[in-house]
């Protein structure tokens, strides 16, 4: 019995953690205690445990946030994830000839957990670990067209829509359009709205543990639709195979 309970209390306590990321990284108890459906005695003694390990902390104003201590959990699990994507990424560079990238949800953003470059001087210059919106990258496209509109709404009630070239999506009825557009077609194009001059194809994950999506991308000159045509296919197969390590591991 003493060990059902304990059990109980960890599963509780991850929970926990789940709810506060899915509420935008912070909360109050009452909130808490209403998507947890538990006793706000409970919350709290959990809530407690938590913050004095440094996996949850209390602000000023009384809401609960993530703790510091699982941003290093997070890097080395993005890390292992990324080493296990490797060999997909370097499949795709050598059949395709362009940059690949694994990137994950990180919070509201989205962050490049793993890369193999293209063998071109000129290639796309995102760099492993750098965090960046939603809206304007493939990935990020990829990743939230797995959402449904509601949690789209919530994200960007929270970041906005900050132009990053003059191709961004600034509006919220383009941006639900255009993830609509993905999910009919399967992949997602981000052209030329994080980075002028070029283009982006994109897939989420299947499977993956966390939001995910691969990605290729170069200059517009090379990735144009008859890259399109070879690349997608091969994309497509590699976030499947991708999607099955994840699960296996």
């Known amino acids: 019995m003493a060990e059902a309970e304990g059990v109980k209390s960890v599963a509780r306590v991850f929970d926990l953690l789940e709810l506060i990321a899915d509420a935008g990284g912070d909360v109050t108890l009452s909130e808490l205690s209403t998507m947890a459906e ?3 005695p409970t919350i709290h003694r959990l809530l407690r445990t938590l913050v004095s390990l440094g996996y949850a902390r209390q602000l000023a104003n009384r809401r609960y946030a993530l703790g510091p201590r699982l941003v290093r959990l997070g890097e080395v699990a993005n890390r292992q ?9 370097k499949g795709l560079v050598e059949r395709l000839g362009e940059t690949a990238n694994l990137a994950t949800l990180d919070g509201d953003r989205v962050i490049y957990v793993s890369q193999a470059p293209s063998p071109h001087a000129m290639r796309m210059f995102t760099e492993v670990g750098r965090r960046s919106y939603l809206h304007s990258t493939g990935v990020g496209k990829a990743i939230l067209a ?7 709404r919530e994200i960007v009630g929270r970041t906005g829509l900050p132009a990053e070239t003059e191709h961004s999506i600034t509006t919220l009825e383009a941006l639900l359009a255009d993830l609509a557009e993905i999910r009919a077609r399967g992949y997602a194009i981000d052209d030329g709205e994080q980075e002028i001059g070029v283009r982006c194809y ?3 994950v299947p499977g993956a543990p966390v939001p995910t ?8 000159a090379r990735v144009d639709e008859d890259f399109a045509a070879r690349a997608i296919p091969v994309l497509r197969e590699a976030v499947r195979e991708i999607g099955a390590l994840a699960a296996a591991a």
């Open 38 to 40: 538990l006793p706000l």
């Open 81 to 89: 994830f990324g080493q296990l994507a490797r060999p997909q990424l």
């Open 146 to 152: 797995e959402l449904d509109d509601e949690q789209v």
């Open 202 to 204: 994109a897939m989420a």
């Open 213 to 220: 999506a691969v990605s290729v991308s170069g200059p517009i």
